[in-house]
């Protein structure tokens, strides 16, 4: 319960901080932060720009360190999921505060099956940019966001370092604004939507 009040207060001091700063807080219906950093690709270093998959839905996930525990479970998991973002023609992007070279040591050890780009964000811009970084730790919370082909953020979902995320719900969702409809509680793919809004 400390470690949750904890949080609690220092997303809310980090909020605070960024709106003394001149710094406008991210919201759903807003156009995502625009980035350009380094990436481990399948054994190589890219450069990548969000606007390089302009006119593709982006689901970018945030995990707090390479070498940890909960963290592989996810990557793995959006791995096996992979061809089922393709076929929404959605790309998965992950981000870490660690290196490239982080990257490359773990992926190629641990997990040779992640082939969607792992973006390293050394300097923090991305994680203080989408509101997930922890500024004592320099770590960034498990955050998701959904982010539709204009470039405009749709959904988003922070949680704390302990619990894993959905796949699952994450494709849900996908497929939920992917209608353009009104979707209810636990709606799924097949079940008829309330319509147009």
Same mark, same amino acid.
């Given at each position: ?21 001149? $710094?406008?807080?991210? %919201?759903? !219906? %807003?156009?995502?932060?625009?980035? $350009?950093?380094?990436?481990? @690709? ?7 720009? +969000?606007?390089?998959?302009? !006119?593709?839905?982006? @689901? ?5 360190? #390479?070498?940890?525990? @909960? ?26 505060? #660690? =290196?490239?070279? =982080? ?9 040779? $099956?992640?082939?969607?780009?792992? +973006?390293? #964000?050394? =300097? ?25 082909? %204009? ?9 704390? +370092?302990?619990? !894993? ?12 604004? %992917?209608? !353009? ?9 097949? @079940? ?6």
């Amino acid at each position: 319960m400390r470690k949750a009040r904890r949080l609690v207060l220092m997303l809310v001091i980090g909020a605070n901080k960024a709106i003394d700063r001149g $710094e406008s807080i991210m %919201q759903v !219906g %807003q156009k995502a932060p625009e980035f $350009e950093l380094e990436a481990y @690709v399948s054994g190589q270093f890219k450069k990548l720009k +969000l606007s390089d998959f302009k !006119g593709k839905w982006v @689901v970018l996930f945030f995990y707090p360190r #390479d070498f940890t525990f @909960v963290c592989p479970t996810e990557l793995k998991g959006f791995a096996n999921a992979a061809k089922e973002f393709e076929a929404k023609k959605a790309v998965i992007l992950s981000a870490s505060t #660690d =290196s490239v070279f =982080s990257h490359k040591a773990w992926f190629e050890k641990d997990l040779p $099956e992640v082939k969607y780009p792992v +973006l390293a #964000d050394t =300097s923090h811009t991305l994680s203080r940019d989408y509101g997930v970084l922890l500024e004592d730790s320099g770590a960034a919370l498990r955050g998701t966001f959904i982010i539709d082909p %204009q470039g405009v953020l749709q959904w988003m979902v922070v949680s704390n +370092l302990n619990v !894993g995320r959905s796949v699952a719900e994450t494709l849900r969702v996908l497929d939920a604004l %992917q209608t !353009g409809e009104l979707c209810p509680i636990e709606w799924k793919q097949g @079940v008829k939507t309330l319509g147009k809004a």
